[in-house]
């Protein structure tokens, strides 16, 4: 069995995951602000879930990490800093564990989904900001593993804003009064595709993906937002900066402890094929 931690700024998902990458136990809790009662109640979780070993763990953090320490370095919505999260939850376990960025993570599961069909993945959360990963042959590409597309400066406006201050789920709220999901009418979900397509453009031109997956909790409505964003993307399109399809991710609740599981059996199992 395989363990995936999913830490989120408001939730933490516990998942128990068998060689075959199914969920066989999950646990959600919410995500204590200070480290340390963290650290007690993932150790409460682990002590009650059947499973009691594990061939290896994946972590996923949100913010940005430092790998060859195993520190996470900054939180987002969390005051976390430079915590040795890795080791915390190896001692635990027992295990190997290794920790990654968030939507690296979630961009892997998707990707993995996809590998039959495309090699070049760009996978974008869109939720309370905006994250993005970019997958290559199924693994996370490391010249852009640090890379924070939602803090990308763009001219919006009239001023030069950062794209998740304009485009993401926060956003929405705060511009339009209402959540994603309250919203029907085909010009606002306009205005909020003419916002994603201003970030997606410019990273469309520096990745060159082969397609373009969704998530976070816009993709639950994609349907809405399908047409209007590829009309604003295909504004933008030259024959040297191809638009590639986009869609929605599959697993856009469980993406990133699937991720999880994919990068702790590719590090220290056998790759799921």
Not at 8 to 30: D, F, M, P, S
Not at 106 to 125: C, F, H, I, P, Q
Not at 134 to 147: K, T, W, Y
Not at 199 to 209: D, F, H, S, Y
Request: hydrophobic share 40%; net charge negative.
């Amino acid at each position: 069995m395989y363990l995936g931690i999913d830490i989120g700024g408001t939730k933490t998902l516990i998942a128990c995951l068998n060689e075959q990458g199914v969920i066989k136990e999950r646990v959600k809790i919410h995500t204590p602000q200070v480290y340390n009662v963290f650290l007690s109640e993932i150790a409460k979780v682990i002590a009650n879930l059947s499973t009691k070993k594990f061939i290896a763990a994946g972590v996923a953090t949100p913010g940005r990490i430092d790998r060859k320490q195993g520190l996470g370095v900054a939180f987002g919505n969390l005051p976390w800093h430079h915590v040795p999260i890795q080791q915390d939850i190896k001692r635990m376990l027992g295990c190997p564990v290794v920790i990654e960025n968030d939507a690296n993570l979630a961009g892997l599961s998707e990707a993995m989904l996809l590998k039959d069909t495309y090699s070049r993945v760009l996978y974008v959360t869109v939720s309370t900001g905006i994250g993005t990963g970019i997958i290559v042959n199924q693994v996370i590409d490391s010249a852009f593993a640090d890379s924070e597309g939602g803090h990308m400066v763009l001219e919006h406006a009239g001023r030069l804003q950062r794209w998740e201050d304009f485009a993401s789920g926060k956003a929405i709220v705060h511009r339009f009064g209402k959540q994603a999901h309250d919203i029907t009418d085909s010009k606002t979900w306009h205005i909020i595709a003419h916002d994603l397509a201003l970030g997606l453009i410019e990273l469309i031109a520096v990745m060159q993906p082969d397609v373009i997956v969704m998530g976070g909790g816009v993709d639950r409505y994609f349907d809405r937002l399908e047409a209007s964003l590829l009309e604003e993307l295909h504004k933008y399109e030259s024959p040297l900066v191809p638009i590639p399809p986009v869609r929605p991710a599959a697993r856009p609740d469980d993406a990133v402890v699937y991720g999880c599981y994919d990068l702790a059996k590719q590090l220290y199992g056998t790759a799921r094929t």
